[in-house]
């Protein structure tokens, strides 16, 4: 199994750029969620889904949106973005609603 | 939404000391406390975690200990040796909402 995997591992974005960061998983969870971690700081939760075609905010989604058409992906997309978006983002799965989280190995975004 | 704290924000002791991380949270509806470890540059990696039916759970040389009247939980690192050393999150979970900690920064001294 690779877990969860995330693409890219790194980049660099404009202000006002879009991109999306890749999620997917093999493990066969219902349970997905995006994370944020700021320098020095937890983690803060954007988005999570607990299945196919259900998605929901979490503590931070302004200015990202998700979808989630299969079991094993889950894409987190950045429309517009900002500074205050520079951060690095995890995706994370779990089998068990809440539970036992198993994270990417995350993707370092920086604006500029 | 669930408020959880963590102190300290950094530690350092001695290789074979004990180290102790305090958590507390705010919404007594909240029943799975997990801690994270995180080595630098590295994805957060689940060590050990409670229930709320459950007061205190140990593995090796960790324990986790929870007070439901407090909303507080604690983790416990005994013999601490030099790979121990990391940034540890705690969390609180109600259904899908966990919230983290800020992190401590532990470093253990050879």
């Known amino acids: 199994n690779a877990g969860v995997t995330q693409t890219p591992k790194f980049r660099i974005l404009k202000i006002g750029q879009s991109m999306t960061l890749q999620c997917t998983q093999d493990m066969n969870h219902n349970y997905m969620y995006w994370y944020r971690q700021d320098p020095g700081m937890g983690l803060k939760l954007i988005y999570y889904?607990?299945?196919?075609?259900?998605?929901d905010k979490g503590e931070v989604p302004n200015g990202y949106n998700v979808s989630r058409s299969t079991t094993e992906d889950f894409p987190l997309r950045l429309e517009l973005a900002a500074p205050s978006q520079t951060s690095v983002y995890f995706c994370a799965s779990s089998g068990v609603v809440g539970e036992k989280l198993f994270f990417g190995s995350g993707t370092q975004l920086s604006v500029l | 939404g669930e408020n959880v704290e963590q102190h300290p924000s950094t530690l350092s002791v001695q290789e074979g000391d004990s180290a102790v991380i305090k958590c507390t949270y705010s919404?007594?509806?909240?029943?799975?406390f997990p801690w994270y470890k995180q080595e630098l540059g590295k994805r957060p990696q689940l060590i050990i975690d409670i229930r709320s039916n459950v007061g205190e759970k140990k593995d090796q040389r960790i324990a986790v200990t929870l007070n439901k009247t407090a909303k507080h939980f604690s983790l416990h690192i005994t013999e601490t040796q030099p790979e121990d050393s990391a940034v540890y999150f705690c969390?609180?979970?109600?259904?899908?909402?966990?919230?983290f900690g800020a992190g401590t920064r532990l470093t253990v001294k050879p």
């Open positions: 919404d007594s509806a909240s029943n799975y």
């Open positions: 889904s607990v299945g196919a075609g259900i998605t």
């Open positions: 969390a609180a979970s109600i259904h899908n909402d966990m919230r």
